[in-house]
């Protein structure tokens, strides 16, 4: 198999905090890797260390098969990165900041205002474009921000949560913008802390915390590693609430989550839900809802780390925007 | 997983090693462009850069003047050069908070990411900051001019000044590169600058003669610099002692290179 992105022992230290603590890593040309962790568990330090902005104190790592120390410019001329903070700079307009970088990538001026056009196209930035980026709003800067990194047609692109602090519309925006990329073959790795977005973009998701990957495997994989399933069950009547969660508790042997009107319980012998089925039946109890579903990312998570991946400060924003 | 050998062997077609001269000679003009272009959209950087000597040269001219020099005239013709060394030596700075800007943003990350030569950052940056000198060093003297500033040696002793100023501004950038690269945010540079800028040149010769200090203060505006490089400017511009002010200034540039030029070398391989 080829391997845009590998990784062997990543380790960093910054004093007594290890930021990365042995990290193996093989992202293959095309697939889309998804880094999830909280906040301080080592994602950005891991993206910065291949995108060439800081020296690993152990390990090695290459892209594209170049190593990233040794043959930083080479590995520089295959990637793209989108960091955390949209790093346009405000002074210029959308224009002059993506002419900037096609410059610097060695295009001809024209060639490099057609694609800053192009980019802004694309992006929904065209009528922004002659305009200083101080002027533009959060989502646009970090369109724009986007557009800088594809400016040289990366290989291999590196999304730092690109969605942070992001309102849902403009977060669902960029999600089919990074299809468009896996469509059109780059390979990406995309650290978030949302396990939604890891579950809708990511082929492969690995889970870091305390500067260790703590799991990996595809979405599903993932899902069933905590060895459970989820029972949620919805009874017709509101009153048959706690009918149904003695019912669970009964046959399941577990105390169910009550939570908008549903029974929510993890199960691990699928043969309990004929029995919960039966004896519903027999005390005249109608569901409307009965499912058997994987558990969530969110679940996964909490069952590996022992704590929940943490809220993100953006969720906040959202709430206002 | 497969071993690294392997993946080398499917490695993807990309530029060369290194970036060639000709190429970092582009990619620099491409960043002080970009640091340039910025002045069309925020016309008022132009106008920080101008605004405060242009006031500066306003307040000292007509409300000191007369009484440190006895009259308005003799007192501009006293004060410019100064005032334009102590104008070169705060803008110096500038080169700072641009460059601790582009860090706090992640312009600077981004810039680090692309395959361009390592050092055209801050080389496009500092010419761009030059230009800018040069731009102020002019409008002051333009300025100076309709006020009733008269250059009593010669064009060329003018444009000596000028170079002289671009030198030590030059040999000042290491430093400002470092307090860039260190400080935690622009507001911390400017605090920076103005704490360390405002007392230099106050108890320099730029803007007062310095006989009038008490014996301590005369004895280190003696040793100042800043005073060495006035009176060098001073000579350059309306005559008097040049050579031997011009040689002190040179070395003081020339130390403050050596000094800062390693440190900031080291902060920025650090970071790279």
Same mark, same amino acid.
């Given at each position: 198999?080829?391997?845009?992105?590998?990784?062997?022992?990543?380790?960093?230290?910054?004093?007594?905090?290890?930021?990365?603590?042995?990290?193996?890593?093989?992202?293959?040309?095309?697939?889309?890797?998804?880094?999830?962790?909280?906040?301080?568990?080592?994602?950005?330090?891991?993206?910065?260390?291949?995108?060439?902005?800081?020296?690993?104190?152990?390990?090695?790592?290459?892209?594209?098969?170049?190593?990233?120390?040794?043959?930083?410019?080479?590995?520089?001329?295959?990637?793209?990165?989108?960091?955390?903070?949209?790093?346009?700079?405000?002074?210029?307009?959308?224009?002059?900041?993506?002419?900037?970088?096609?410059?610097?990538?060695?295009?001809?001026?024209?060639?490099?205002?057609?694609?800053?056009?192009?980019?802004?196209?694309?992006?929904?930035?065209?009528?922004?474009?002659?305009?200083?980026?101080? @002027?533009?709003?959060?989502?646009?800067?970090? +369109?724009?921000?986007? $557009? /800088?990194? =594809?400016?040289?047609?990366? !290989? *291999?692109?590196?999304?730092?949560?690109?969605?942070?602090?992001?309102?849902?519309?403009?977060?669902?925006?960029?999600?089919?913008?990074?299809?468009?990329?896996?469509?059109?073959?780059?390979?990406?790795?995309?650290?978030?802390?949302?396990?939604?977005?890891?579950?809708?973009?990511?082929?492969?998701?690995?889970?870091?915390?305390?500067?260790?990957?703590?799991?990996?495997?595809?979405?599903?994989?993932?899902?069933?590693? @905590?060895?459970?399933?989820?029972?949620?069950? +919805?009874?017709?009547? $509101? /009153?048959? =609430?706690?009918?149904?969660? !003695? *019912?669970?508790?009964?046959?399941?042997?577990?105390?169910?989550?009550?939570?908008?009107?549903?029974?929510?319980?993890?199960?691990?012998?699928?043969?309990?839900?004929?029995?919960?089925?039966?004896?519903?039946?027999?005390?005249?109890?109608?569901?409307?809802?009965?499912?058997?579903?994987?558990?969530?990312?969110?679940?996964?998570?909490?069952?590996?780390?022992?704590?929940?991946?943490?809220?993100?400060?953006?969720?906040?924003?959202?709430?206002?925007? | 997983?497969?071993?690294?050998?392997?993946?080398?062997?499917?490695?993807?077609?990309?530029?060369?090693?290194?970036?060639?001269?000709?190429?970092?000679?582009?990619?620099?003009?491409?960043?002080?462009?970009?640091?340039?272009?910025?002045?069309?959209?925020?016309?008022?950087?132009?106008?920080?850069?101008?605004?405060?000597?242009?006031?500066?040269?306003?307040?000292?001219?007509?409300?000191?003047?007369?009484?440190?020099?006895?009259?308005?005239?003799?007192?501009?013709?006293?004060?410019?050069?100064?005032?334009?060394?102590?104008?070169?030596?705060?803008?110096?700075?500038?080169?700072?908070?641009?460059?601790?800007?582009?860090?706090?943003?992640?312009?600077?990350?981004?810039?680090?990411?692309?395959?361009?030569?390592?050092?055209?950052?801050?080389?496009?940056?500092?010419?761009?900051?030059?230009?800018?000198?040069?731009?102020?060093?002019?409008?002051?003297?333009?300025?100076?001019?309709?006020?009733?500033?008269?250059?009593?040696?010669?064009?060329?002793?003018?444009?000596?000044?000028?170079?002289?100023?671009?030198?030590?501004?030059?040999?000042?950038?290491?430093?400002?590169?470092?307090?860039?690269?260190?400080?935690?945010?622009?507001?911390?540079?400017?605090?920076?600058?103005?704490?360390?800028?405002?007392?230099?040149?106050?108890?320099?010769?730029?803007?007062?003669?310095?006989?009038?200090?008490?014996?301590?203060?005369?004895?280190?505006?003696?040793?100042?610099?800043?005073?060495?490089?006035?009176?060098?400017?001073?000579?350059?511009?309306?005559?008097?002692?040049?050579?031997?002010?011009?040689?002190?200034?040179?070395?003081?540039?020339?130390?403050?290179?050596?000094?800062?030029?390693?440190?900031?070398?080291?902060?920025?391989?650090?970071?790279?």
């Amino acid at each position: 198999m080829r391997y845009a992105i590998q990784a062997e022992g990543l380790a960093k230290r910054y004093g007594e905090t290890r930021a990365l603590d042995g990290v193996d890593l093989a992202v293959p040309q095309g697939r889309l890797l998804g880094v999830l962790g909280p906040n301080g568990a080592g994602k950005t330090t891991a993206v910065r260390i291949l995108a060439t902005l800081l020296r690993p104190d152990e390990g090695r790592a290459a892209v594209g098969g170049f190593d990233v120390t040794k043959d930083a410019h080479r590995v520089r001329s295959l990637i793209g990165l989108t960091g955390q903070y949209a790093a346009v700079d405000e002074m210029l307009t959308g224009v002059e900041n993506l002419m900037m970088i096609g410059r610097l990538l060695g295009m001809s001026r024209a060639d490099s205002r057609r694609r800053a056009e192009e980019l802004l196209a694309r992006f929904d930035l065209s009528e922004a474009g002659g305009r200083a980026t101080k @002027t533009y709003s959060g989502g646009m800067r970090r +369109r724009l921000d986007l $557009a /800088a990194s =594809l400016v040289g047609r990366p !290989q *291999v692109l590196f999304l730092d949560e690109p969605t942070t602090g992001l309102d849902p519309r403009s977060r669902t925006e960029l999600w089919s913008v990074v299809r468009g990329l896996m469509a059109d073959g780059v390979t990406v790795l995309l650290t978030t802390q949302y396990l939604e977005e890891a579950d809708q973009l990511a082929d492969d998701i690995v889970v870091f915390d305390h500067g260790k990957v703590i799991a990996s495997g595809t979405s599903d994989e993932l899902k069933a590693t @905590t060895g459970a399933q989820i029972l949620e069950v +919805r009874p017709l009547e $509101a /009153a048959h =609430l706690d009918l149904v969660a !003695q *019912v669970v508790t009964d046959v399941i042997g577990e105390t169910p989550d009550l939570d908008g009107g549903r029974v929510t319980v993890s199960v691990h012998d699928p043969a309990a839900v004929p029995a919960v089925v039966r004896r519903l039946d027999d005390l005249g109890v109608v569901a409307t809802e009965l499912a058997l579903r994987k558990s969530s990312l969110d679940e996964v998570f909490l069952a590996l780390t022992g704590h929940r991946a943490e809220e993100p400060a953006g969720e906040k924003e959202e709430v206002f925007a | 997983m497969t071993t690294m050998t392997t993946a080398a062997t499917t490695a993807m077609p990309a530029a060369g090693r290194h970036v060639t001269p000709l190429a970092t000679l582009r990619q620099t003009m491409t960043l002080s462009w970009r640091s340039l272009v910025q002045v069309k959209h925020n016309p008022w950087e132009l106008l920080d850069l101008s605004i405060q000597p242009i006031m500066f040269l306003l307040l000292f001219t007509y409300v000191f003047g007369g009484a440190i020099s006895g009259s308005t005239g003799d007192y501009l013709q006293f004060a410019l050069p100064g005032l334009l060394v102590q104008n070169a030596l705060f803008y110096t700075l500038s080169t700072a908070i641009g460059l601790n800007t582009d860090i706090t943003k992640g312009v600077f990350d981004r810039l680090r990411s692309l395959p361009i030569a390592r050092t055209a950052p801050l080389s496009g940056r500092i010419i761009a900051d030059t230009v800018k000198q040069v731009w102020a060093f002019a409008l002051l003297v333009g300025f100076g001019m309709i006020l009733g500033f008269r250059v009593e040696t010669s064009v060329a002793g003018l444009l000596g000044a000028l170079a002289l100023l671009v030198v030590v501004a030059l040999a000042m950038s290491w430093m400002s590169v470092l307090i860039g690269l260190k400080a935690s945010s622009p507001e911390k540079v400017q605090m920076i600058a103005f704490s360390t800028m405002m007392p230099l040149t106050f108890t320099s010769s730029a803007l007062v003669p310095s006989q009038t200090f008490p014996g301590w203060l005369e004895a280190w505006s003696d040793i100042n610099p800043v005073t060495h490089l006035a009176d060098a400017i001073r000579g350059l511009m309306i005559g008097g002692e040049v050579a031997t002010p011009t040689m002190v200034s040179l070395l003081w540039a020339a130390g403050f290179a050596v000094v800062f030029a390693p440190l900031a070398i080291r902060a920025f391989r650090n970071r790279v």
